[in-house]
C-alpha cells in the first residue's frame, strides 16, 4: 500500500504530457525573494490605488501589470500596475486588445511607449531590483505619469 501511494504522488507531480510540474515558486535565481517582493509590490499597488481604476469598487482588488512581470526590468515598477477589481482584472486578461486601449486612454500613448521600451530592457541587476522592492515595496522608473481628464 506504500508503494501505491508513493507512485500516485509521484503521478500528480507530473503533467498531462508526463514531464515534471513547474514549481510555484517564480522561476528565477532569487526564488522565495521573488515571491515577496511580489507580494509586497501587490500589496503596495492595491493600497496606492485604494480601488479599482476601471469601475471604482474597493473589494477583491488585485494587482494589475501594464506589462507582464516576466519582464523583471519593469515587474516591480510603480508605474508598471494597477489596482484593479477581479471582475474587471479577468475581463482585461481575457481581452488583452481592450486592456491595451484602455491603458492608453487612461496614461496615454506616450507613456505606454516609453513603458514598453522600459520593459523590454534586460534588467542587469535584479538582485538590486529585488532588495529595494523588498526595503520599500516597489521601485520607481521614473515615468510621469500622465492622467487623462475624465
Known amino acids: ?7 500516485i504522488a509521484a503521478r500528480r507531480a507530473l ?5 515534471p510540474a513547474i514549481s510555484r515558486v517564480r ?3 532569487l526564488g522565495r525573494d ?5 507580494r509586497l509590490f501587490s500589496e503596495h499597488i492595491r493600497r496606492r490605488d485604494g480601488a479599482c481604476r476601471r469601475c471604482g469598487a474597493t473589494i477583491n482588488l488585485e494587482c494589475a501589470h501594464i506589462f507582464t512581470r516576466r519582464r523583471l526590468s519593469t515587474a516591480w515598477a510603480d508605474e508598471n500596475a494597477v489596482a484593479l477589481c477581479h471582475a474587471c482584472h479577468v475581463m482585461f486578461t481575457s481581452h488583452p486588445n481592450q486592456w491595451t ?6 496614461f496615454g500613448e506616450d507613456y505606454y511607449d516609453a ?5 523590454l530592457e534586460i ?19 521614473g515615468l ?3 492622467k487623462k481628464v475624465e
Open 101 to 106: 486601449e484602455w491603458v492608453v486612454s487612461r
Open 144 to 146: 510621469t505619469v500622465w
Open 1 to 7: 500500500m506504500i508503494e501505491r501511494r508513493s507512485t
Open 34 to 38: 521573488s515571491e515577496r517582493a511580489d
Open 15 to 19: 503533467t498531462k504530457r508526463g514531464t
Open 123 to 141: 534588467a542587469t541587476d535584479v538582485r538590486g531590483i529585488v532588495d529595494l522592492v523588498l526595503r520599500d515595496g516597489y521601485i520607481t522608473l
Open 115 to 119: 513603458l514598453r521600451r522600459k520593459s
Open 27 to 29: 522561476q528565477t535565481p
